[in-house]
């Protein structure tokens, strides 16, 4: 069993930046990709950004391409997820996920582990 924990979440203006962190308890794969979702009021999670274990392979969603950076650091087990130039439409519970497997991927359902969210707010 793996636990997953973000933090870093918080109220901010746009055009501001935050970093969202999210460990690992453990590490029980040899190869996996950790995901990042978000999930606004109203509608369902999305995907925003994957990294694989190794971080050279990474993908993001088209609405977030330039402005976040999402990166990985296997000794302290953690998934970074650098914002910047936030926008109010960004607003949502942020998630990280784990998958068991190399590929980077976008749907949910390939991840197996997930984390309990942290809330970014980003006011106009």
């Known amino acids: 069993q793996v636990q997953l924990v973000e933090s870093g979440g918080g109220l901010v203006q746009a055009g501001d930046s935050l970093r969202l962190s999210c460990l690992a308890s453990r590490r029980t794969f040899s190869t996996y990709a950790m995901g990042w979702f978000r999930q606004a009021p109203g509608k369902e999670r999305e995907f925003v950004a994957a990294?694989?274990?190794?971080?050279?392979?990474?993908y993001y969603t088209n609405s977030v391409k330039g402005r976040f950076t999402v990166s990985m650091d296997n000794a302290k087990n953690t998934v970074y997820l650098q914002m910047n130039s936030l926008i109010p439409e960004d607003t949502a519970v942020y998630y990280c996920?784990?998958?068991?497997?190399?590929?980077?991927?976008?749907?949910?359902?390939?991840?197996?582990?997930w984390g309990q969210g942290t809330q970014v707010t980003v006011s106009s």
């Open positions: 996920a784990l998958a068991p497997h190399e590929v980077v991927t976008t749907p949910p359902s390939r991840y197996q582990y």
């Open positions: 990294v694989s274990w190794s971080g050279r392979s990474t």
